[in-house]
Antibody, heavy 126, light 110 residues
Framework: DVQMVQSGGGLVKPGGSLTLSCVTSGFSFKDAWMTWVRQGPGKGLEWIGRIKTAPFGETTDYAAPVSGRFAISRDDSKNTLFLRMSSLTTDDTGTYFC?????????????????WGQGTVVTVSP | QSLLTQPPSVSAAPGQTVTIPCSGGGADLGNAVSWYQHVPGTAPRLLIYDNDKRPSGVPDRFSGSRSSRSFKSATLDITGVQAEDEADYYCGTWVRTLELFGGGTRVTVL
């Protein structure tokens, strides 16, 4: 079975930094493009960014609100995904999910998010 | 503000059909649409991928469709809605290298 276990959330002051982790099992992590999604209080799901696999240069892409402040990385030897968040603001408060496509892809090979971590809460407050 | 527009809420009695539109705002985004169910406090669940395909284990009362010529809109139907379907529903697609979610629709079963 696919498992994605997240850790690293917590309370941090504005301007601070935090790193989230997502330890995976049950699928070929090294072959999976990995994504972070968040949900702010009272808001909808928001795509944060993605890291591709080694054959694609582990290229990262980010949504505009986090570009330059957040960094996604991966350790294929440990099947683990990371999200390094810096210069945090209160707008970054929310529940953060790691996610990926394991089984479900469209005709162009683009994956739909069929596997998710349990979510971890990040609170940015003075 | 998402480029994918959904109504904030819909409601229906048990057994009725719920239709949730997802609009690209007149723009042709051109790529496949997915749909997700999200009960707050849990992980989202994939309901539909590649516009109209249903993963194993998703009840057949959930169906997806999309304009045949271009993505200006897509639709999620819940035929015979049940109390357990009360949740938030999101459409999603990808544009160049980025991915988008709709603003979400809260489904209330009366």
């Amino acid at each position: 079975d696919v498992q994605m276990v997240q850790s690293g959330g917590g309370l941090v002051k504005p301007g601070g930094s935090l790193t989230l982790s997502c330890v995976t099992s049950g699928f070929s992590f090294k072959d999976a493009w990995m994504t972070w999604v968040r949900q702010g209080p009272g808001k909808g799901l928001e795509w944060i960014g993605r890291i591709k696999t080694a054959p694609f240069g582990e290229t990262t892409d980010y949504a505009a609100p986090v570009s330059g402040r957040f960094a996604i990385s991966r350790d294929d030897s440990k099947n683990t995904l990371f999200l390094r968040m810096s210069s945090l603001t209160t707008d970054d408060t929310g529940t953060y999910f790691c996610t990926t496509a394991v089984l479900h892809f469209d005709k162009l090979g683009w994956g739909a998010f069929d596997s998710w971590g349990q979510g971890t809460v990040v609170t940015v407050s003075p | 503000q998402s480029l994918l527009t959904q109504p904030p809420s819909v409601s229906a009695a048990p057994g009725q059909t719920v239709t949730i539109p997802c609009s690209g705002g007149g723009a042709d985004l051109g790529n496949a649409v997915s749909w997700y169910q999200h009960v707050p406090g849990t992980a989202p669940r994939l309901l539909i991928y590649d516009n109209d395909k249903r993963p194993s284990g998703v009840p057949d009362r959930f169906s997806g469709s999309r304009s045949s010529r271009s993505f200006k809109s897509a639709t999620l139907d819940i035929t015979g809605v049940q109390a357990e379907d009360e949740a938030d529903y999101y459409c999603g697609t990808w544009v160049r290298t980025l991915e988008l979610f709709g603003g979400g629709t809260r489904v209330t079963v009366l």
